[in-house]
């Protein structure tokens, strides 16, 4: 049973589906290359969603198209319809022959024939583009690391589509005017999809782990020199003292004398790339030595916050075209000579085309005609911005070195690698500004209730600048931490502190410790948020710098509880039940007031902190409920009541419960980051690491050359 389709669409879906499927194909590699960028720039979902999704349909339309070309050419089976015109043509072209009344006619069929024969020329030319499409621009190889991990599909991708432009451009010969242009644009084709599967592979984890691997080394002979050690220690005529001299490896020192050092622009590039080569390791868990974390150590405590977040800013920017671009393919002899042949090729296929349509497609349609010019002029200039920002790159700039005009590099360098901002949410908004109850009730229903809270918080989040005071606060902590980790176990020691060691500066620990001791880190996290939303709200009107930090780093840590646990998974817990409980408690106390004449957070917050809290709720209702609700309650009039700074000590606990978050993440969850406009937990993570403070590091002896010295 056919679908009542009328012949009208059905007539229009055959004339315009292909070449549909080919300018849709052109304009997502168009917006690929402009855009694909942005992705390490911006926060922004729609922007994000928008390349995800250009990214995805590039991948599918292009087969699609080259499918409709097999399919549709007028090769023997092809379109069955307009082969039995043909056919016809053929016949009565010989009829005419024959007769000469008949060549008004004869010269219609002329014009036919040459309109099949033109389209099956245009068709192999067209699917060797499509071919070209699927090899992707340069700025983007994957969109996830998970797509690396596919680099074996990819590469049965190529063998297939390859294999079908192959077919269609056969069954166009020999009598194909085309054929030069479009042996070129096939071979532009295939070198640009073999670049993407083989960055692909080179990206996915195994790969990559093996690749930064030191080479292989056997030490000494252990079969010789147990036969020197054996001689030695039997001659016993004559004595034998050994004297060792040791050599202290110069490569490892103490602190440089000055305590201060101004970076360049350029300098600062290369100390970043320097850093990258060093620490990429990182990404795949591999464990680096004392030597290179005493090397890395001793150059961040002498740099300022600054310069120490734009050299991590850069470091990220390397790993993020490391992993998702084409970079390391083309970055070397064998792609800077493919990129100029592959641009040439182009170029002259172009020349090719515009000489042969000058003489041998005067029967096909003119728009045939266009489209193949633009599909040709696409990828002339796809070429030439890629050639551009390959030069105007970073890895250009180090290769180059002091090539380049001293105007140029501050230009090229003042580019933001980083979205620069955190998300903001709170907890009490997140009670506030519930849906109603049906609502809940249907997404419960229909199973998309997860769905509908990141919907809700997206809508009501926002997201700050990181100010360069913040940074600043940031870095002097965990500077101040590096200085007191002299080896690798007071760094690991350093490392694992939850806010203790803040406490530990103050007279207070005593008052506030069980907020970090009873309870596991998400549950203290979120004793902590909510103390400092009350305490914040408390007073409105301040303007302490450092209550403005709190408040930024608070709902940060809640807003990556709540959207991206991933970050945190090592060390949640039972989070998930934490959290509901503490919201359920939140909501009933609420709704308890009278919800009506809470018109706002601040009128919540008062609300809360009129509530008598003489004693800790898991003194009053057992361990029923996991919520710490009025846990944080508490907190938040303990830390009122202090006659100390409470926000300079609130402050450095974050920063704390921020590192500590940082620190446990899983590495590869990290690395993911870049390509979502960036995270500050993650620069943390990559500070910590350069400060000494963590765990992937092993104890390297200093290498020591010892000499047996024989004395008689």
């Given amino acids: 049973m056919e679908l009542p389709i009328p012949k009208i669409v059905k007539k229009i879906w055959d004339a315009w589906n292909l070449r549909s499927c080919i300018l849709l ?27 995800w999704f250009a990214y995805l349909l590039a991948d599918w339309i292009a087969p699609v198209a080259i499918g409709l070309i097999s399919k549709s050419n007028c090769g023997p089976k092809g379109n069955e319809e307009l082969m039995a015109v043909c056919k016809r043509n053929e016949e009565l072209m010989a009829v005419c022959k024959r007769n000469v009344e008949l060549m008004p006619s004869c010269k219609r069929n002329e014009e036919l024939m040459g309109f099949c024969k033109g389209n099956e020329e245009l068709m192999a030319f067209w699917a060797s583009f499509l071919l070209l499409h699927l090899g992707g621009p340069d700025t983007i190889t994957s969109f996830a690391l998970e797509d690396n991990e596919f680099w074996l599909r990819h590469f049965m991708g190529l063998i297939l589509q390859v ?10 010969i020999p009598k194909n005017k085309l054929c030069v242009p479009t042996i070129m644009v096939f071979f532009v084709g295939t070198v640009k999809y073999v670049e993407r599967t083989r960055a692909l592979y080179l990206a996915s984890l195994n790969k990559f782990g093996g690749s930064v691997l030191p080479p292989p080394n056997a030490g000494p002979d252990y079969q010789k020199v147990t036969k020197i050690y054996s001689s030695m220690r039997s001659e016993s005529s004559d004595p034998v003292s050994r004297q060792v001299d040791v050599m202290p490896n110069p490569e490892v020192g103490n602190t440089p004398d000055d305590s201060e050092r101004t970076l360049g622009d350029m300098q600062l590039l290369q100390e970043a790339y320097r850093l990258f080569e060093r ?10 030595s004392s030597k290179e974390r005493d090397m890395s150590r001793d150059f961040f405590l002498t740099i300022t916050p600054n310069e120490a977040f734009r050299l991590i800013e850069c470091e990220l920017s390397f790993i993020y075209e490391v992993l998702h671009t084409k970079v390391v393919v083309i970055r070397c002899k064998i792609g800077y000579f493919l990129r100029f042949i592959c641009f040439t090729a182009i170029l002259v296929a172009l020349g090719f085309f515009s000489h042969e349509n000058q003489h041998e497609f005067h029967n096909v349609h003119k728009f045939d005609i266009i489209l193949t010019y633009i599909l040709l002029g696409g990828a002339l200039v796809v070429e030439v911005i890629s050639i551009l920002m390959l030069i105007l790159s970073d890895w250009t700039l180090i ?7 001293k105007r140029i590099v501050p230009i090229i360098l003042k580019r933001r690698k980083w979205s620069g901002s955190i998300p903001q949410y709170d ?25 509908l809270d990141k919907m809700k918080i997206l809508r009501f989040s926002h997201s700050e600048k990181v100010r360069d005071d913040l940074k600043s606060f940031i870095f002097d902590q965990l500077r101040w931490k590096s200085l007191t980790a002299n080896n690798l176990r007071a760094g690991m020691d350093a490392s694992s502190k939850r806010g203790e060691w803040a406490l530990l500066q103050t007279s207070s620990y005593d008052e506030l410790k069980w907020s970090i001791e009873d309870y596991q880190y998400a549950e203290s996290l979120l004793i902590w948020h909510i103390a400092t939303e009350l305490c914040y709200e408390k007073e409105k009107g301040s303007s302490d710098s450092d209550r403005k930090k709190c408040k930024l780093l608070s709902d940060y840590m809640f807003y990556l509880l709540v959207m991206k646990p991933i970050m945190m998974a090592p060390v949640l817990g039972n989070w ?4 509901q409980d503490t919201c359920a408690e939140a909501k009933r106390f ?44 508490i907190l938040a009039q303990k830390l009122s009541d202090l ?16 590192s500590y978050a940082a620190i446990n993440c899983r590495p590869n969850v990290h690395a993911q980051q870049p390509s979502r406009g960036g995270e500050l937990l993650t620069f943390i993570w990559l500070l910590m690491n350069h400060l000494g403070l963590g765990t992937q590091f092993y104890q390297q002896e200093r290498q020591a050359v010892a000499k047996l010295v024989l004395l008689k």
Wanted: glycine share 6%.
């Fill in 576 to 579: 998930l039940i934490v959290f």
């Fill in 163 to 172: 294999l079908v432009t192959a077919y269609i451009f056969y069954q166009s």
């Fill in 590 to 633: 609420f709704h308890g007031q009278d919800i009506r004449t809470i018109s706002n957070k601040v009128e919540a917050c008062g609300k809360i902190l009129e509530v008598d809290t003489k004693y800790r709720p898991v003194t009053v209702k057992g361990s029923i409920s996991k919520s710490v609700f009025f846990d944080g309650c």
């Fill in 427 to 451: 907890m009490i908004s997140y009670c506030l500004n519930d849906p109603p109850a049906w609502v809940y009730q249907l997404a419960d229903y229909v199973g998309v209730r997860e769905i």
């Fill in 25 to 51: 194909s052109l304009s997502l590699q168009a917006i690929l290359v402009l855009f694909s960028f942005l992705r390490k720039r911006t926060r922004s979902k729609l922007v994000i969603g928008f390349i």
């Fill in 279 to 288: 620490f990429k390791g990182l990404i795949v868990g591999l464990l680096l």
């Fill in 399 to 405: 290769a180059l070195k002091n090539s380049w005009s």
């Fill in 643 to 658: 006659k100390i700074d409470k926000w300079k000590l609130m402050s450095r606990v974050w920063v704390e419960l921020m």
